[in-house]
């Protein structure tokens, strides 16, 4: 895995990120010996996913044998 810097700004337009009817977004982070890193999967960033895709990727990664205790799951908005 390669090391990604975490952007935590939010892209979207203020009236987006004011709209209820758009739906809440996280980023995924895996804990290497660096620290908390944002998780590579399927060689994209893991960061404003939805929650079902968020769910989706965290059992890739379990599946892949990375334990529990390796997976961070953060509300970006």
Known sequence: ???VTVN???NRPAEDRNNP???MRYNLY???TEGWELAIIEGEP???LTKEVSKHYMQ????????PDRIQLKRVS
């Open 1 to 3: 895995m390669s090391k």
């Open 30 to 32: 895996e804990l290497n």
């Open 60 to 67: 890739i990664m379990l599946d892949n044998g990375i334990s």
């Open 21 to 23: 009817d758009e739906p």
């Open 8 to 10: 935590n700004t939010d």
């Open 46 to 48: 893991a960061q404003m």
